[in-house]
């Protein structure tokens, strides 16, 4: 595997794990009915699209390499 595609994978899993993690502990309204949020939710996305990108340039490497 491509030094692109290892690190995409871990970027999803990281960003899988963020998620989760905002799902499980955050996400609540309090008592005067604020939104708590923390910055699992935009570091996972961030995650999520940068693990996308360099999964499928690792694939795009491999595809278009010269034989």
Same mark, same amino acid.
């Given at each position: 595997? @491509?030094?692109?595609? *290892?690190v &995409?994978? +871990?970027a999803l899993v990281a &960003? @899988? +794990?963020s998620l989760l993690l905002?799902?499980? $502990? $955050?996400? $609540?309204l309090d008592a005067d009915g604020v939104l708590q949020e923390s910055l699992f !939710? %935009? *570091? &996972?996305f !961030? !995650? !999520?699209v940068l693990g996308a990108v360099l999964?499928?340039?690792g694939l795009?490497?491999?595809?278009?390499? %010269?034989?």
């Open positions: 595997m @491509t030094k692109f595609r *290892i &995409g994978i +871990v &960003g @899988t +794990v905002e799902k499980i $502990y $955050y996400g $609540y !939710l %935009p *570091i &996972g !961030l !995650l !999520l999964f499928a340039a795009a490497a491999r595809v278009f390499r %010269p034989a």
